[in-house]
């Protein structure tokens, strides 16, 4: 028998098919519409928001609050419209029995479009950093308080990604995905407002209503926006992220067993 | 060596494939074929291990590809059914892609590569993005990622659908020149292209396996084998008497051109005395062939079979 390049292939090299996703999909935001649609929009909007809806010049103060404020709104719109395709597409145009059967395994895949994806985020996120040097330049705010807002945004936005990627791998309609994402994210993005407990406590279930309010994404990040890095808040995105990538991993599995 | 024990798929009360036995070997082809629905797809993904198996096992080179899923997948090179690709990538990106996650860098790769490109012709359109080519391009590109990592198994799905008939001599020759030491299960509609480039044959119905042999084997089971045609103006008589021989079943006449064939009764010989009584008879003979036996009747029988088979269980 002749030696196939498949024997001579490092065997040690167990990461590079994680790697080989990871960059796939980095790259895939880098030359498609919907990924630049994602970082204008989040740029122009998060710098509209600030200045007219949150009287940025008016209110006379040196911080980022009103910056930082609309944040949970823009991703509950933008980020599950970024992660909408993440699987359904992979699903609609037959990609995933080509990405299944390669020596990958499914968490990794999972990860490295979730990371790749967060990176990405991330990188609109940095590319506000105009807004960080005007309030500088105008006053001596609290550095550290906007350091820990961004942390606090960043984390948000990857629970917001990790409940869109795993809600994505349901469905191979895209605008499903969006409409399922959107939904569950503002649940938990309101899980401790009124709108969610009034009805929990008319039933009189204190206890669902109690425990559903500290999952709100909404408090845990204004905590932080704060400038407070708590470690039970970080703790929670933490943990939220790790939930919904699992759930993802698991429904993942299971499609291929039915 | 790609081998499934028993690998059966069910589906809440259907099953798409049950107690399906294949034992493949390297140095051959084996051409998977069947009516649409048949389990050929199912099977082939559960080889790939996209699919779980509900029962049974299948084993590519020694993997087992549940429980050692990673070994068997790198052992193997599958091209999915309608040859999937990222459209949004230009080819030399997507190829990139599959080298990278299959391990394939730096000078291996680049050289794994370029052989490929080469061999499926895919220079012209290295730069452009998949989304904008033909079909038949498209499905040569997913072949070479099929076959970027050189596996010693190989799973097509219908390697030649959409493929004009030069392409579709070219893959068949490829995968001829690839099969003297790897193992490889093609799937197809054409028959032609058994005859072309596999040495063994499966037929599959209501996923079942239903034959398994080389293809001369099977051809042995239609009942054009040994059968004898030929072409004349004027054989009224002739055909009368040939009916009447004993050694014979029957006489045929195509409505469409005129071929008169003999079937040969429990495929005995008959070439021998069809000659001589055309010869007695002085029927001027344009063409005389004796028949090797018709895959496409052997896959006509077998499925009936099949058919006639579940519409009685049911």
Same mark, same amino acid.
Not at chain 1, 27 to 37: D, F, K, Q, S
Not at chain 1, 77 to 83: F, S, T, Y
Not at chain 2, 198 to 225: D, F, M, Q, W
Not at chain 2, 266 to 272: R, W
């Given at each position: 028998?002749?030696?196939?390049?498949?024997?001579?292939?490092?065997?040690?090299?167990?990461? %590079?098919?994680?790697?080989?996703?990871?960059?796939?999909?980095?790259?895939?935001?880098?030359?498609?519409?919907?990924?630049?649609?994602?970082?204008?929009?989040?740029?122009?909007?998060?710098?509209?928001?600030?200045?007219?809806?949150?009287?940025?010049?008016?209110?006379?103060?040196?911080?980022?609050?009103?910056?930082?404020?609309?944040?949970?709104?823009?991703?509950?719109?933008?980020?599950?419209?970024?992660?909408?395709?993440?699987?359904?597409?992979?699903?609609?145009?037959?990609?995933?029995? +080509?990405?299944?059967?390669?020596?990958?395994?499914?968490?990794?895949?999972?990860?490295?479009?979730?990371?790749?994806?967060?990176?990405?985020?991330?990188?609109? +996120?940095?590319?506000?950093?105009?807004?960080?040097?005007?309030?500088?330049?105008?006053?001596?705010?609290?550095?550290?308080?906007?350091?820990?807002?961004?942390?606090?945004?960043?984390?948000?936005?990857?629970?917001?990604?990790?409940?869109?990627?795993?809600?994505?791998?349901?469905?191979?309609?895209?605008?499903?995905?969006?409409?399922?994402?959107?939904?569950?994210?503002?649940?938990?993005?309101?899980?401790?407002?009124?709108?969610?407990?009034?009805? +929990?406590?008319?039933?009189?279930?204190?206890?669902?209503?109690?425990?559903?309010?500290?999952?709100?994404?909404?408090?845990?990040?204004?905590?932080?926006?704060?400038?407070?890095?708590?470690?039970?808040?970080?703790?929670?995105?933490?943990?939220?992220?790790?939930?919904? +990538?699992?759930?993802?991993?698991?429904?993942?599995?299971?499609? %291929?067993?039915? | 060596?790609?081998?499934?024990?028993?690998?059966?798929?069910?589906?809440?009360?259907?099953?798409?494939?049950?107690?399906?036995?294949?034992?493949?070997?390297?140095?051959?082809?084996?051409?998977?074929?069947?009516?649409?629905?048949?389990?050929?797809?199912?099977?082939?993904?559960?080889?790939?291990?996209?699919?779980?198996?509900?029962?049974?096992?299948?084993?590519?080179?020694?993997?087992?590809?549940?429980?050692?899923?990673?070994?068997?997948?790198?052992?193997?090179?599958?091209?999915?059914?309608?040859?999937?690709?990222?459209?949004?990538?230009?080819?030399?990106?997507?190829?990139?892609?599959?080298?990278?996650?299959?391990?394939?860098?730096?000078?291996?790769?680049?050289?794994?590569?370029?052989?490929?490109?080469?061999?499926?012709?895919?220079?012209?359109?290295?730069?452009?993005?998949?989304?904008?080519?033909?079909?038949?391009?498209?499905?040569?590109?997913?072949?070479?990622?099929?076959?970027?990592?050189?596996?010693?198994?190989?799973?097509?799905?219908?390697?030649?659908?959409?493929?004009?008939?030069?392409?579709?001599?070219?893959?068949?020759?490829?995968?001829?020149?690839?099969?003297?030491?790897?193992?490889?299960?093609?799937?197809?509609?054409?028959?032609?292209?058994?005859?072309?480039?596999?040495?063994?044959?499966?037929?599959?119905?209501?996923?079942?396996?239903?034959?398994?042999?080389?293809?001369?084997?099977?051809?042995?089971?239609?009942?054009?084998?040994?059968?004898?045609?030929?072409?004349?103006?004027?054989?009224?008589?002739?055909?009368?008497?040939?009916?009447?021989?004993?050694?014979?079943?029957?006489?045929?006449?195509?409505?469409?051109?005129?071929?008169?064939?003999?079937?040969?009764?429990?495929?005995?010989?008959?070439?021998?005395?069809?000659?001589?009584?055309?010869?007695?008879?002085?029927?001027?003979?344009?063409?005389?062939?004796?028949?090797?036996?018709?895959?496409?009747?052997?896959?006509?029988?077998?499925?009936?079979?099949?058919?006639?088979?579940?519409?009685?269980?049911?």
């Amino acid at each position: 028998m002749s030696t196939h390049a498949s024997d001579i292939v490092d065997h040690a090299g167990r990461g %590079r098919a994680f790697r080989g996703v990871f960059l796939r999909e980095l790259h895939g935001y880098l030359i498609t519409p919907v990924a630049w649609l994602f970082a204008v929009i989040f740029l122009l909007s998060a710098g509209a928001f600030t200045f007219y809806l949150g009287a940025f010049f008016e209110r006379g103060q040196a911080d980022l609050d009103p910056f930082f404020r609309f944040h949970p709104w823009l991703y509950l719109v933008l980020v599950p419209a970024l992660a909408m395709r993440l699987w359904a597409e992979e699903r609609r145009s037959g990609t995933l029995e +080509l990405l299944l059967t390669m020596p990958i395994r499914p968490w990794q895949a999972v990860v490295a479009k979730f990371l790749a994806a967060w990176l990405y985020i991330g990188g609109a +996120l940095l590319l506000t950093f105009p807004m960080w040097l005007t309030v500088n330049y105008l006053g001596h705010p609290d550095n550290g308080v906007i350091l820990a807002s961004y942390i606090g945004s960043f984390l948000m936005a990857g629970a917001f990604l990790a409940i869109s990627e795993c809600l994505s791998v349901l469905t191979r309609s895209q605008v499903i995905a969006f409409i399922l994402a959107l939904a569950v994210c503002f649940l938990f993005l309101l899980a401790g407002d009124p709108l969610v407990q009034q009805p +929990l406590l008319a039933l009189g279930s204190n206890r669902v209503a109690d425990a559903l309010a500290s999952l709100s994404l909404l408090a845990h990040f204004q905590a932080i926006a704060r400038g407070v890095l708590d470690f039970g808040d970080v703790a929670y995105f933490a943990l939220t992220i790790v939930f919904w +990538l699992a759930a993802n991993v698991l429904i993942l599995d299971a499609r %291929r067993g039915g | 060596m790609i081998q499934t024990e028993n690998l059966g798929k069910r589906y809440g009360r259907f099953d798409a494939v049950a107690g399906l036995n294949l034992k493949v070997a390297p140095g051959q082809v084996l051409a998977l074929l069947g009516p649409n629905g048949a389990g050929k797809t199912t099977s082939m993904r559960m080889i790939a291990g996209f699919l779980r198996p509900s029962s049974g096992r299948a084993v590519v080179c020694g993997h087992d590809v549940v429980r050692d899923p990673i070994a068997a997948r790198r052992a193997l090179g599958y091209l999915p059914e309608g040859a999937p690709s990222y459209g949004e990538l230009a080819v030399a990106e997507f190829l990139n892609f599959a080298a990278r996650v299959r391990g394939l860098t730096g000078i291996t790769g680049a050289r794994r590569m370029d052989e490929m490109v080469e061999r499926l012709q895919l220079q012209p359109v290295l730069a452009q993005t998949i989304e904008t080519l033909s079909k038949g391009f498209r499905r040569r590109v997913c072949l070479a990622q099929a076959l970027l990592h050189d596996p010693p198994a190989l799973i097509l799905d219908e390697p030649t659908d959409g493929l004009d008939p030069n392409q579709q001599r070219e893959v068949h020759a490829l995968i001829r020149g690839m099969a003297r030491d790897r193992t490889i299960i093609v799937s197809t509609h054409a028959l032609d292209e058994v005859r072309a480039a596999c040495n063994r044959v499966a037929i599959v119905a209501h996923g079942r396996l239903r034959v398994e042999g080389t293809p001369a084997e099977l051809e042995k089971r239609s009942r054009y084998h040994h059968a004898v045609s030929f072409r004349a103006p004027a054989s009224a008589l002739a055909r009368e008497l040939l009916a009447r021989q004993p050694e014979v079943e029957t006489v045929e006449v195509d409505p469409v051109d005129g071929r008169v064939t003999v079937f040969p009764r429990d495929s005995g010989e008959i070439f021998s005395i069809v000659v001589k009584l055309l010869e007695e008879q002085r029927v001027r003979v344009e063409e005389l062939q004796l028949e090797r036996g018709r895959l496409e009747d052997v896959f006509r029988q077998v499925t009936d079979e099949a058919f006639e088979e579940t519409a009685v269980a049911a």
